[in-house]
């Protein structure tokens, strides 16, 4: 006799439904036509639910070799497993046992984005927030560069996928495939730019003069009015080309010098609100993981998704200096969300 065929995904439906108004298995057998047998082991399989995994047993470490553990995960920052206890001359333990054992002191981190503040930072920032907190930011020019590459930050393609799709596997290029150095500032709901810094230019302190002479001086500085340059205040980082005695002497000449030009704190990208331009830019041009052959073609998304970003974007990041002061003294002198 021939071996029946087991239960199909409908009959096994009937029969939890027929289970939920009442029946008996051998009502529901006499229903679909099939042994009772195969009915009552379905509905027993299916009451007994998953096993509980069992533990197996750890391979015990000493005491001893438990406080080197302990030593090398702190003075080893993001070291893997492995790296830690071959330091601790610790061998023939699994991986399972390794993350086991290192899962009671330590905690798998990424990496910080930012650095540390220290006592000093923290202290300068403070600082920085009760002197301009009186200030008018709508008379600030916020400047800043931004690099972007051919290929995009590492870890942004992520989205949805249809069933039975594969995931894209993105081109990877070394030096993601070069890159393009961009400045823009933006003041009130005004964007500055996007300038394009010439291909192989390193900015030093008399290159980024020159660049700013030929783009920001000359094509829009120039076109203001006497009162709006008499008040307005620029504002750059810390950038060795940037905070250098040339630079800062250059910039007096054009007339942007002691209050005109902001003094800014160290470590602190995210006082900056132009930060939050160059992320509604990078989030445009690199969507869907868009990719690029070429810098012009990347050059070309950074000036069109620039172009889509209306005033009132831009107004709302220059209104926000407010509260970002506040936020610094509040958390005396830490980082603020961005």
């Known amino acids: 006799m021939g071996q029946k065929k087991d239960l199909t995904g409908p009959e096994k439906s009937k029969i ?22 195969t009915i009552k082991r379905f509905i027993q399989n299916s009451q007994q ?3 509980k995994r069992v533990e197996k047993p750890r391979r015990k470490i000493t005491a001893h070799e438990l406080r080197k553990v302990k030593r090398a995960a702190a003075k080893m920052p993001l070291a893997t497993s492995l790296a830690i206890f071959q330091c601790c001359n610790i061998t023939g333990v699994p991986k399972s046992t390794r993350c086991a054992i290192l899962r009671d002191t330590a905690k798998v ?27 008018e930011f709508s008379k600030v020019l916020w400047t800043d560069e931004m690099r972007v590459s051919l290929d995009g930050p590492d ?16 081109l990877r290029r070394q030096q993601g495939g070069g890159g393009v150095l961009v400045w823009a500032g933006i003041i009130k709901d005004e964007l500055v730019g996007p300038f394009r810094v010439e291909d192989g230019v390193k900015l030093n302190s008399q290159s980024y003069c020159q660049f700013l002479e030929d783009t920001f001086f000359k094509q829009w500085y120039r076109k203001k ?9 620029f504002m750059q ?38 930060e939050n331009l160059w992320s509604i830019i990078k989030c445009e041009i690199y969507k869907e993981a868009k990719q690029y052959t070429s810098l012009n073609s990347v ?8 172009r889509n970003v209306d005033g009132e974007q831009i107004k709302t990041l220059t209104e926000s200096m407010d509260g970002r002061l506040l936020s610094v003294l509040a958390k005396k002198g830490g980082y603020i969300g961005r």
């Open 155 to 170: 870890g942004w393609a992520r989205g949805w996928i249809g069933k039975g799709q594969r995931a894209p596997v993105p």
């Open 49 to 51: 639910g998953r096993k």
């Open 237 to 274: 980082d810390n950038a060795p080309s940037h905070a250098s005695k040339y630079s800062t002497a250059w910039l007096a000449r054009k007339g942007i010098k002691e209050e005109k030009l902001m003094t800014w704190p160290p470590c602190s990208p995210d006082l900056n609100p132009i």
């Open 109 to 135: 981190r990424k990496a910080e984005r930012r650095p540390p503040l220290n006592k000093t930072h923290k202290l300068k920032r403070q600082d920085w927030a009760k002197k301009y907190l009186k200030t």
């Open 16 to 37: 939890v439904r027929y289970l939920a108004e009442g029946c008996s298995s051998l009502k529901i057998a006499k229903l679909l036509k099939r042994d009772h047998r």
């Open 299 to 306: 050059w070309e998304a950074v000036v069109a998704a620039a």
């Open 225 to 233: 009015s006497v009162s709006f340059k008499k008040n307005m205040i």
